[in-house]
C-alpha cells in the first residue's frame, strides 16, 4: 500500500518551486485574551456617534449581490481629497500594500530581474521577490539602522535592480532616512523605486511632491495604520502610464463592496481619524519616555506608531514569552535579521493599553 504522506512529500518537491518550498509562511500569532501590541493596529475603533451613520450607508449603498466597481472612482475621488493627490497623478487600489507589492513585482518581473531593499525593512518585499522567481537583493543598513547610501548606490550599479522599495519610516526601524539619501538612490535607479509611506500619518515626512521630480517613481499608502486595518486598502500613486501596465496584472474586483463604501464614509469623517493619530504620536512620546526608564533596554526613536527596542543580550525570547504569558502580545524580531538580534518591536498604542504593556516589562526585564 503507498503511503500518502510519501506521494504527498514527493509531489510537492517536483511541483513546488525550490525557493518557496525553503521559506515559512507569513506569521500571524493568535492574540486572543491578550492586549495586542505587534501589528501596529490603532486601537481605537468608530467613535459611538458614527457607527448607525456608517450602518445606514452600508445599507443604502453596500450590494453585496452584485460585484464592486471594478476601479472603485468614488473612493478614489475622496482619496484625492483628503490626501491632496493631483489629478495629474493615477491611483491604482490594492488589497491592502500587501497586494500591491505584489503587483509591482509581477509588472517588472522576467529573467535576471531583480528586487533591491534595504534591510532590515518590510519582511515582504523579500517575500514576493522570492514568490515570484525574482532575484532580492538585500543592503545592510548600518548597526544605527541609517541608511547605507555608498552600498545601496554601489548595490544599483552592480545588480541594476528593476525595482526598489524604500520604506519612510522604515519598518521596523521606525526612522527615517535622510531626504538627500534617497534623491540620490532615485537618480541612481536604472527602473522604477516605490517610497512607501505606510507610516506617513505619523510623520511629517510626506513624499509625494517628488512625482513631480522623478518619472520613475511611485509612492505607496495605507489606511490600515490610521484605524482601517480591517479593510486591507493600499493606495499606489504615480504617473499614468505605470499605473497602466501595473494594472493590468490586478485582478478584477479586488477592492469589495464593503470596503468601498466603508474606506469612501471614514473618508468623510476623515478628521476623526487625524485625531486620533495626533493622539497616538502624543502616546508615543509618552512610551519611548518611560522605556527609557526601565532597565536593560535600549530604546530607540520613532517616526511611526511603533518602538524598536533592544534587550540585554539572549534575553528577547525570554521577555516576549513572559510578557504572552502576561497578557501582553509584541513583536519579536530577534532572530529575522542580524541586525535585529535581542530586538523587539512594541506598537503604540492608548494609554490603558501601553500602561499594562509597562507593567508586565517592569516585572520581566531582569534587574526590574
Known amino acids: 500500500m503507498i503511503d500518502r504522506r510519501d506521494v504527498l512529500e514527493e509531489q510537492i518537491h517536483r511541483w513546488i518551486q525550490p525557493a518557496l518550498q525553503k521559506l515559512n509562511a507569513y506569521p500571524v500569532p493568535d492574540a486572543s485574551g491578550l492586549v495586542k501590541l505587534d501589528a501596529m493596529e490603532n486601537p481605537f475603533a468608530f467613535p459611538e456617534d458614527l457607527h448607525q451613520a456608517w450602518f445606514q450607508r452600508l445599507a443604502e449603498q453596500a450590494r453585496i449581490n452584485r460585484y464592486p466597481h471594478p476601479e472603485a472612482p468614488a473612493l478614489k475621488s475622496a482619496l484625492r481629497a483628503v490626501m491632496n493627490i493631483d489629478e495629474r497623478w493615477d491611483i491604482l487600489l490594492g488589497n491592502g500594500s500587501d497586494e500591491l507589492i505584489q503587483m509591482i513585482a509581477m509588472a517588472v518581473k522576467g529573467p535576471g ?3 533591491l531593499a534595504p534591510e532590515p525593512s518590510f519582511v515582504l518585499y523579500g517575500m514576493v521577490a522570492t514568490f ?27 545588480e541594476q535592480p528593476a525595482v526598489i522599495f524604500l520604506a519612510q519610516p522604515n519598518n521596523p526601524t521606525g526612522n ?27 510623520t511629517h515626512a510626506d513624499y509625494s511632491s517628488w512625482l513631480d521630480d522623478y518619472p520613475n517613481l511611485l509612492v505607496m499608502r495605507t489606511l490600515s ?36 463604501v466603508t474606506a469612501s464614509f471614514a473618508l468623510d469623517h476623515f478628521s476623526v481619524f487625524e485625531q486620533q493619530t495626533r493622539e497616538l504620536v502624543n502616546q508615543r512620546e509618552r512610551l519611548i519616555a518611560s522605556l527609557r526608564q526601565l532597565p536593560g533596554l535600549s530604546v530607540y526613536d520613532s517616526q511611526a506608531n511603533f518602538v524598536l527596542v533592544r534587550t540585554e543580550s539572549d534575553e528577547a525570547a525570554r521577555i516576549h ?14 532572530g529575522s535579521h542580524p541586525l535585529l538580534a535581542d530586538c523587539l518591536r512594541i506598537t503604540v498604542s492608548n494609554e490603558t493599553e501601553n500602561s499594562q504593556c509597562l507593567a508586565a516589562l517592569q516585572k520581566v526585564l531582569p534587574g526590574a
Open 321 to 334: 514569552q513572559e510578557l504572552i504569558e502576561a497578557g501582553v502580545l509584541i513583536k519579536k524580531l530577534d
Open 132 to 158: 515570484l522567481g525574482l532575484d532580492y537583493v538585500g543592503v545592510p543598513l548600518t548597526r544605527d539602522f541609517e541608511l547605507d547610501l555608498e552600498a545601496m548606490l554601489l548595490k544599483i550599479e552592480r
Open 176 to 202: 527615517l532616512w535622510g531626504d538627500e539619501k534617497l534623491r540620490r538612490i532615485i537618480e541612481a535607479a536604472p527602473g522604477l523605486v516605490v517610497i512607501d509611506e505606510a507610516y506617513t500619518a505619523f
Open 225 to 260: 495604520k490610521v484605524g482601517l486595518a480591517g479593510l486591507r486598502l493600499g493606495i499606489l500613486v504615480g504617473d499614468a502610464a505605470w499605473c497602466e501596465q501595473i494594472n493590468k496584472v490586478r485582478l478584477p474586483y479586488n477592492i469589495n463592496s464593503l470596503t468601498q
Open 113 to 115: 530581474r531583480k528586487l
